[in-house]
């Protein structure tokens, strides 16, 4: 396993408090679809992706799934479960692909919070980005067309300004229900994204081919 110590979640203890928080850093493998957690399990680690992609979602009553997030390589997830009492994962979690994660755990962590103001502030600043982003994502579902939806979305995934190739992290029927769209619909939007000259489109890849006019979609 091997885990720069320069990820944010890190930078800020120091050697000792470091060496210290090493015993509690497990490396796991998943295949895709293997399931990491479920739902309401008792929680007590959280996780860093090295490599892959991990979905985090909902099953409803009749078993439709929501997806929630897409995790990709150098993103933390389930770290809210710190704060919680008792810790439970509040979403299942599933590889898409091979993923490698590092797991963090709970109790180890948070005795380094204590000893480090400084991790404690990049913490909660990553929250709260998080925090931001639903309510994003929350106003984008309810105040925009599908067009403008799905826009935002490649926004959200692409390297930006500059022209950029993105792998959808999800099959086109999982970002479907992210957005809150039927399959067909979405697989028209990226039609209509691409006949103005903003996308092109070649299976699980796509690529921005003018991000100013993505973005003015996107804000329309």
Known sequence: M????????????????????QPHLHGIELSPHQRLFAQGDRAKAFFIVQSGTVKLFRLSSQGQVKIMRAVSSGQSFADSILFME??????????????????????AYLHALEQSY???RVLMTRMTQRILAHWDEIE?????????????YLLSAAPRPHTAEVRLPLAKSQIAAQLGLAPETLSRGLRTLSRSNAIA???????????????????S
């Open 201 to 219: 489109v070649q299976g699980a890849q796509v690529r921005v081919l003018d991000y100013t006019v993505l973005r003015q979609i996107a804000d």
């Open 140 to 152: 984008n579902l309810s105040m925009h067309g599908s067009v403008q939806r799905l826009a935002r």
């Open 2 to 21: 091997s885990l720069p110590r320069h990820h944010p979640l890190f930078s800020a203890l120091n050697d000792a408090q470091w060496s210290a928080l």
């Open 118 to 120: 400084e991790t404690c």
């Open 86 to 107: 008792p810790p439970r994962y509040p979403v299942h979690a599933e590889a898409i692909e091979n993923c490698s994660l590092v797991a963090i755990e709970r109790e």
